[in-house]
């Protein structure tokens, strides 16, 4: 009886069958597992090297070369160029190797520029200005408003790109923990933000001026006396900007975060969610800081002849030293906010905390240090064999003799632009090289060249997400590992896959939109 009414109570055991993933899921995670089984970047990147040297030389006895016409940066004047494919097993191969180790890691901008941004962010991090302005903007931010609000402050931080991904992106991740999200979601709302749609913007920013600049040298090919100003691209900048922010915070609240779930790692207090007495008093004491700072740069940049205009133009966004040292600016905000807000919370004492905090900050890149140093050389090897440039042209080449209409062709540039992007991801180089083709090309089918460079932004932008030649790609993979230790270069190309399809595909789509319905494309 015993046994039997031990029988009877014990519930029969259920096997519960985990829940289906979706087909979406099921890609994602392979493209997950599979990229984050492939070696450390760093011996990708080595690699990478070893494969771009044997290319060099099979191109070079091949005998490659492209003639195309291009733009001079520093003339403007339309030139023919001729790039022929150079070894790297030559003589002066072997010789560019060798003499060019340390030069090529100078000439990598990325290095310094982080370096430089970590010094004040550091600051503001050791004194805890970061985390006191997260829990505020999660305070006065509605829940549901908050991937939009990051989503848009990065794609309008492109004014100053560097300061998006050193400040925004860690800052997002941190902020979505702070309201119980997954960090990884909101690094990759904002890394979306910040990259993929990397080319447009509500402001004018130094590119804009560049890149019209080549734009209207390409025009005068065929008409001298047509041009395009600044603002070309303006109603379909702010189009873009509205469309890709509901896009992309959509993409993260419906796809990435249900994908990653709950996170399971080490979670604020809630108890510190509240502003103590002294928190307050240091916010008040960094927005003090925040306003001399301003003004300092103001009095250096707004009156006629300020010496941080261009000395020749008076001009304060393009080519000017503001916007050529806007990386130096923002630093030298978040350091002296940083100590405003350590001074007024009591967290820093004197200048050896703040010292201390910059050495911090510098010594925690060092791993990040060395794998720049890998890429670094590989993109300057790869950038000495001219093979990015006969693979645009040949691209080029073919796209032109193919026979397309005008908006197929405009959008098969779009998609020549995206592929070249992941192995070329300069959006100068590559405009002074499209342009005097493409442009010309399409106006003589009559299609504006304000429709051509629109075009040119929408192709250089997604794939900048997923392309490992982002120096910033590394980075990304840095802050991941913070919330996921074993988080790898496979882990960001799955998280960033849906936004790069989805935001590429709507991007298109708009930019048909606007040619069809013959929309004004900017200002005047």
């Known amino acids: 009886m015993k046994a039997a009414h031990f029988n009877d109570s014990m519930p029969e055991r259920q096997t519960e069958t985990p829940p289906k993933k979706k087909g979406l899921e099921r890609i994602l995670n392979t493209v997950e597992r599979v990229g984050n089984k492939v070696p450390h970047p760093a011996v990708i990147f080595v690699a990478l090297i070893g494969i771009v040297i044997l290319l060099s030389h099979v191109f070079y006895m091949m005998g490659a070369s492209v003639t195309y016409q291009t733009i001079n940066p520093e003339t403007h004047a339309p030139e023919e160029t001729t790039a022929a494919a150079k070894s790297l097993l030559t003589g002066d191969g072997l010789r560019f190797m060798f003499e060019g180790v340390v030069q090529n890691f100078m000439n990598f901008n990325a290095v310094g520029v982080i370096i430089v941004a970590m010094l004040g962010v550091g600051v503001a991090d050791a004194a805890g200005l970061v985390g006191a302005l997260i829990r505020k903007l999660v305070a006065v931010a509605p829940r549901k408003a908050l991937t939009y609000i990051l989503v848009f402050v990065g794609i309008l931080s492109s004014i100053a790109a560097d300061a998006g991904y050193l400040v925004l992106i860690p800052l997002a991740a941190a902020a979505f923990l702070t309201v119980g999200r997954h960090p990884l979601a909101g690094l990759a709302a904002s890394f979306a933000g910040v990259a993929a749609v990397f080319t447009v913007n509500i402001l004018i920013k130094p590119l804009d001026g560049i890149l019209t600049e080549i734009t209207n040298d390409a025009i005068h090919i065929l008409n001298p006396e047509r041009s395009i100003d600044l603002t070309a691209n303006f109603w379909f900048s702010v189009a873009s900007v509205i469309m890709l922010t ?23 207090d809630a108890a510190g969610a509240t502003m103590s007495a002294d928190e307050s008093r240091g916010l008040k004491f960094a927005g003090l800081g925040v306003l001399a700072v301003l003004v300092f740069f103001g009095l250096l940049t707004l009156p006629p ?48 905390d703040v010292i201390k905090a910059m050495e911090k900050a510098v010594s925690g890149l060092g791993a990040l240090i060395f794998l720049l140093f890998i890429i670094s050389q590989f993109i300057a090897l790869f950038t000495y064999t001219n093979m990015a440039t006969l693979a645009a042209v040949k691209m080029g080449d073919i796209l032109e003799d193919a026979g397309l209409g005008a908006l197929p062709l405009l959008v098969g540039f779009v998609g020549v632009v995206a592929v070249l992007d992941l192995i070329m991801t300069g959006a100068i180089p590559k405009w002074a090289i499209f342009a005097p083709v493409f442009v010309p090309l399409l106006m003589r089918l009559n299609v504006d060249p304000e429709a051509v460079l629109a075009a040119y932004r929408v192709g250089d932008g997604p794939f900048n997400a997923i392309s490992p030649l982002n120096a910033y790609f590394a980075l990304i993979v840095t802050f991941a590992q913070k919330y996921q230790k074993e988080a790898g270069v496979g882990t960001i190309v799955a998280l960033m896959l849906p936004y790069v399809v989805v935001v590429f595909i709507a991007w298109i789509l708009l930019l048909v939109a606007w040619q069809v319905l013959g929309l004004p494309w900017g200002l005047g």
């Open 246 to 268: 509901f896009i992309v915070s959509l993409i993260t609240d419906k796809v990435i975060s249900p994908r990653l779930g709950e996170y399971k790692g080490e979670k604020p």
């Open 305 to 352: 002849g300020a010496p941080l205009r261009n000395p020749e133009t008076g001009a304060i966004v393009g080519d000017s030293p503001f916007m050529n040292g806007l990386i130096v600016a923002i630093t030298l905000l978040f350091l002296v906010a940083g100590a405003a807000y350590g001074i007024g919370a009591k967290t820093i004492r004197s200048s050896v």
